[in-house]
């Protein structure tokens, strides 16, 4: 007998038992689907937190592009464009602290 025949069996055996016997069957299955739940609060922060990864990840991206033309402008010697590609690092770097160090969402949570 294979496998799923077994299934088919003991799914057949719990139909044919009694109520309180498919109540268990049927408690346990929704146990296994309470435990697999997760309340909305930490659903709600694990948002929160993608959305900082996804930022901190796009103003690293725009910061190692920026890197790359400061270095491509100080070989090729054209000096007038260092002053905005450092200034735009430097507020790319500002942004990453703050996304860092301020933007908790435990913060937000209400006291219990």
Same mark, same amino acid.
């Given at each position: 007998?294979?496998?799923?025949?077994?299934?088919?069996? /003991?799914? *057949?055996?719990? /139909?044919?038992? #009694?109520?309180?016997?498919?109540? #268990?069957? $049927?408690?346990?299955?929704?146990?296994?689907?309470?435990?697999?739940?997760?309340?909305?609060? !930490?659903?709600?922060?694990?948002?929160?937190? !993608?959305?900082? $990864?996804?930022?901190?990840?796009?103003? *690293?991206?725009? !910061?190692?592009?920026? +890197? #790359?033309?400061?270095?491509?402008? @100080? +070989?090729?010697?054209?000096? !007038? $464009? +260092?002053?905005?590609?450092?200034? #735009?690092?430097?507020?790319?770097?500002?942004?990453?602290? @703050?996304? $860092?160090?301020?933007?908790?969402? /435990? %913060?937000?949570?209400? /006291? %219990?």
């Amino acid at each position: 007998m294979g496998r799923e025949e077994a299934k088919v069996l /003991d799914r *057949n055996a719990a /139909d044919a038992a #009694s109520p309180a016997a498919r109540g #268990s069957v $049927l408690g346990r299955e929704k146990e296994g689907i309470a435990l697999k739940l997760r309340p909305r609060a !930490q659903v709600g922060r694990a948002a929160i937190e !993608q959305a900082r $990864l996804v930022l901190l990840i796009m103003i *690293n991206i725009a !910061q190692l592009w920026t +890197l #790359s033309a400061t270095v491509e402008a @100080s +070989l090729a010697a054209r000096w !007038q $464009l +260092l002053v905005p590609l450092v200034a #735009s690092s430097g507020i790319c770097a500002l942004i990453t602290l @703050s996304i $860092l160090l301020w933007w908790r969402p /435990d %913060r937000f949570a209400p /006291d %219990r």
